[in-house]
Nanobody, 122 residues
Framework: QVQLVESGGGLVQAGGSLRLSCAAS????????MGWSRQAPGKQRELVAA???????NYGDSVKGRFTISRDHAKNTVYLQMNSLAPEDTAVYYC????????????????WGQGTLVTVSS
């Protein structure tokens, strides 16, 4: 019904930047919060950043001041601008969204993307 597709991951040197995108598609009535999480090898998934429908943001402590989350309501897309990347930022990055799904009756779903790999070399 609703899909999230991430893009923009890849290999970057330490100190570099990447911009991730995540586009939602399907039977969308509206989207509330959107966010990014990441999971490094052998570690638990952690929150990177989140943004409400009204634009309020929240960041994980390890990325504050380096990463910026934003969204385009018209495109149902959330972005993550990542600057000053470090090897410890290496992980699979997942986006998620709280979506009101259109249908005979509205229903709320939390949807996750398939993930995009970010590798930061030292």
């Amino acid at each position: 019904q609703v899909q999230l597709v991430e893009s923009g991951g890849g290999l970057v040197q330490a100190g570099g930047s990447l911009r991730l995108s995540c586009a939602a598609s399907g039977s969308i009535f509206s989207i509330n919060a959107m966010g990014w999480s990441r999971q490094a090898p052998g570690k638990q998934r952690e929150l990177v950043a989140a943004i409400t429908r009204g634009g309020s943001t929240n960041y994980g402590d390890s990325v504050k001041g380096r990463f910026t989350i934003s969204r385009d309501h018209a495109k149902n897309t959330v972005y993550l601008q990542m600057n000053s990347l470090a090897p410890e930022d290496t992980a699979v990055y997942y986006c998620n969204a709280e979506v009101w799904v259109a249908g005979p009756a509205l229903k709320s779903l939390e949807v996750w993307g398939q993930g995009t790999l970010v590798t930061v070399s030292s």
